[in-house]
Structures are given as structure tokens and as C-alpha cells.
């Protein structure tokens, strides 16, 4: 039962930041394509940098790690596609959701709060590599005409380049740049989420079937999956189990706007979105009891 509520306590404030986002959409129906660029092409390349550039943060220590992260991302967009196929949709609709998970606004605090703050470096390695897939391998499933040079140039992509290179060279940034950076950043995820609240007023009803399909299918695939990753490549006994609660996060936020930036049945994957994150409630406690 604690596990349930502290579970609920970090769910709570993303589950009231999107029901704000509709609420205030279903009395005022906003425009938020400018909000979603900024939030692009701004907001989230400095919440990149401001983490990666941090010089308490040691990549190397992680690799295991981070080639685990790697292995269980392609391996749930494979059964993706297979999904995809038996239930005759748009693979660029069901893949992405299945690749990439929540481990920012969710994976992030619940490190924390079942392991210590110890716990968070693993996090963040998680966070990173995820966060990188998505936006090269994850814009590239969405246009393929994007070359991989190309991927380069968005500017999440070029955030991620930059701290990494800060980080690993030793540069010690001015802390009131680094201190900006951070309160930009900070923006990011409540509007990440506020515009997927203001996207589900569009939701579809039919879409419900397979939103509910993929709520239950990626955290499930994405467990079993983990839990063989983390004993193929030789994951420490913490490492595992963070690695299996990693596995079963919902998908992400960012699924959502990658869809609607590129016109891939935004609708669906904002259902996809919602109804995977509600799912977390009863998943994530099952994905801890088989851990702790």
C-alpha cells in the first residue's frame, strides 16, 4: 500500500498537468503549434544540455547500461511492427509509442524514490539514451527523407552533442549560463504535457481499442524484454532492477509531439499517450513488487 501511494504522488501532478490541457482546451480550444515549436526547437534542447553538461554526471561509468538501453528500444519497436501489421495500421503510428518510454517526467522520480538518490546517474543514463534514439532514429522512422547528417541539425540532437562534449572535456560553464539553461529547460515537460491535455480533445473514441492494446503491451513487452537484456549483457543487481522498471514505463510524452510535427495520426498516438500513462498506476506498482 506505500508503494501505491508514492507511486500515485509522482503520477499525480503529470495526470492533473494533462487534464488541465483539456479542460482549458474544451472552453478556449487553443492554438498550440507555436507553443510545440518552442518547445522543440527551445525548451527541451536546454533541459538536454543543462543535464548532460553537469560535471557530476560520469557517462562512462553507464555504458552496460546505456548498450541495454539501446538493445530493448529496437527489440520493442520490432514487436511494434509486428503489431502494427496483424491490426493493419500505419506502423509509424504504433512503433514509436513502443519504442520510447516516459523516462524523463516518470522514470526520473521513481529511480529515486526506489532506490535513493544514488539511483539517479543510472536514471539519467536511461533518460539519455532514449532521449537521443528518439530524436535521430525516432525522426528518421517519421520522415525518412531526414538523412542522419540532417538528424545533426535538430536542435535537441545538437543540445545532446554539446553536453556530452562539455561534460566529457571538463569545461566548466559560468554557473548563471548553466543556471539559464536550466529554467528554460524547466519549461519543457509541464508543456509537454498541458499540450497533450489540449491534444486529447480531438481524441477519437475508435482510437480506444488499441490505445488500451499498447497501454498493456508496452510496459508488459517491455519488462519481459529487460529482464533478459539485463542477464544477457551482465547488469549489477540494482542496475537490473531499474532496468526492468525502466522497461515498463509507459510511452512517452514526446511520442505525441513528434506525431502531431509530423502529421502521423497525432490523434491516436495522443490516445496511445494518455491511456498508457493512466495504465501506470496499476503497471509500475507490478513492475516494483516483482523487483523489491
Same mark, same amino acid.
Given at each position: 500500500?506505500?508503494?501505491?501511494?508514492?507511486?500515485?504522488?509522482?503520477?499525480?501532478?503529470?495526470?492533473?498537468?494533462?487534464?488541465?490541457?483539456? =479542460?482549458?482546451?474544451?472552453?478556449?480550444?487553443?492554438?498550440?503549434?507555436?507553443?510545440?515549436?518552442?518547445?522543440?526547437?527551445?525548451?527541451?534542447?536546454?533541459?538536454?544540455?543543462?543535464?548532460?553538461?553537469?560535471? +557530476?554526471?560520469?557517462?562512462?561509468?553507464?555504458?552496460?547500461?546505456?548498450?541495454?538501453?539501446?538493445?530493448?528500444?529496437? =527489440?520493442?519497436?520490432?514487436?511494434?511492427?509486428?503489431?502494427?501489421?496483424?491490426?493493419?495500421?500505419?506502423?509509424?503510428?504504433?512503433?514509436?509509442?513502443?519504442?520510447?518510454?516516459?523516462?524523463?517526467?516518470?522514470?526520473?522520480?521513481?529511480?529515486?524514490?526506489?532506490?535513493?538518490?544514488?539511483?539517479?546517474?543510472?536514471?539519467?543514463?536511461?533518460?539519455?539514451?532514449?532521449?537521443?534514439?528518439?530524436?535521430?532514429?525516432?525522426?528518421? *522512422?517519421?520522415?525518412?527523407?531526414?538523412?542522419? =547528417?540532417?538528424?545533426?541539425?535538430?536542435?535537441?540532437?545538437?543540445?545532446?552533442?554539446?553536453?556530452?562534449?562539455?561534460?566529457?572535456?571538463?569545461?566548466?560553464?559560468?554557473?548563471?549560463? *548553466?543556471?539559464?539553461?536550466?529554467?528554460?529547460?524547466?519549461?519543457?515537460?509541464?508543456?509537454?504535457?498541458? +499540450?497533450?491535455?489540449?491534444?486529447?480533445?480531438?481524441?477519437?473514441?475508435?482510437?480506444?481499442?488499441?490505445?488500451?492494446?499498447?497501454?498493456?503491451?508496452?510496459?508488459?513487452?517491455?519488462?519481459?524484454?529487460?529482464?533478459?537484456?539485463?542477464? *544477457?549483457?551482465?547488469?549489477?543487481?540494482?542496475? +537490473?532492477?531499474?532496468?526492468?522498471?525502466?522497461? +515498463?514505463?509507459?510511452?512517452?510524452?514526446?511520442?505525441?509531439?513528434?506525431?502531431?510535427?509530423?502529421?502521423?495520426?497525432?490523434?491516436?498516438?495522443?490516445?496511445?499517450?494518455?491511456?498508457?500513462?493512466?495504465?501506470?498506476?496499476?503497471?509500475?506498482?507490478?513492475? *516494483?513488487?516483482?523487483?523489491?
Amino acid at each position: 500500500m506505500e508503494i501505491l501511494i508514492r507511486i500515485a504522488s509522482i503520477l499525480f501532478p503529470i495526470f492533473a498537468i494533462v487534464g488541465a490541457g483539456y =479542460l482549458y482546451a474544451r472552453r478556449h480550444a487553443p492554438e498550440m503549434t507555436v507553443a510545440n515549436r518552442l518547445n522543440m526547437d527551445i525548451f527541451v534542447p536546454a533541459l538536454v544540455f543543462a543535464a548532460l553538461s553537469d560535471r +557530476a554526471f560520469e557517462p562512462r561509468t553507464y555504458l552496460p547500461l546505456a548498450l541495454c538501453a539501446v538493445l530493448l528500444i529496437v =527489440l520493442c519497436g520490432l514487436i511494434g511492427r509486428g503489431v502494427a501489421q496483424m491490426l493493419r495500421l500505419d506502423w509509424k503510428t504504433v512503433v514509436p509509442p513502443m519504442m520510447f518510454n516516459n523516462s524523463a517526467n516518470i522514470g526520473l522520480p521513481l529511480a529515486v524514490l526506489a532506490w535513493g538518490q544514488e539511483a539517479l546517474p543510472a536514471a539519467v543514463m536511461l533518460f539519455i539514451v532514449s532521449n537521443l534514439l528518439h530524436f535521430s532514429v525516432g525522426v528518421r *522512422l517519421l520522415d525518412p527523407r531526414a538523412g542522419m =547528417l540532417g538528424v545533426l541539425r535538430v536542435p535537441s540532437v545538437a543540445a545532446m552533442a554539446a553536453g556530452f562534449a562539455v561534460n566529457l572535456l571538463g569545461i566548466a560553464l559560468w554557473p548563471p549560463l *548553466l543556471e539559464a539553461c536550466r529554467m528554460v529547460g524547466d519549461i519543457a515537460i509541464p508543456l509537454l504535457l498541458f +499540450a497533450l491535455g489540449v491534444r486529447m480533445t480531438a481524441v477519437r473514441f475508435t482510437d480506444l481499442r488499441v490505445a488500451v492494446l499498447i497501454a498493456l503491451l508496452r510496459p508488459a513487452a517491455g519488462a519481459a524484454l529487460a529482464w533478459c537484456v539485463a542477464r *544477457l549483457v551482465g547488469l549489477g543487481e540494482r542496475e +537490473a532492477a531499474m532496468f526492468l522498471v525502466f522497461g +515498463a514505463l509507459p510511452p512517452a510524452v514526446m511520442n505525441f509531439l513528434f506525431a502531431e510535427r509530423y502529421g502521423q495520426d497525432p490523434a491516436r498516438v495522443a490516445s496511445i499517450v494518455l491511456i498508457g500513462n493512466l495504465a501506470a498506476v496499476i503497471t509500475l506498482p507490478l513492475a *516494483l513488487a516483482i523487483v523489491l
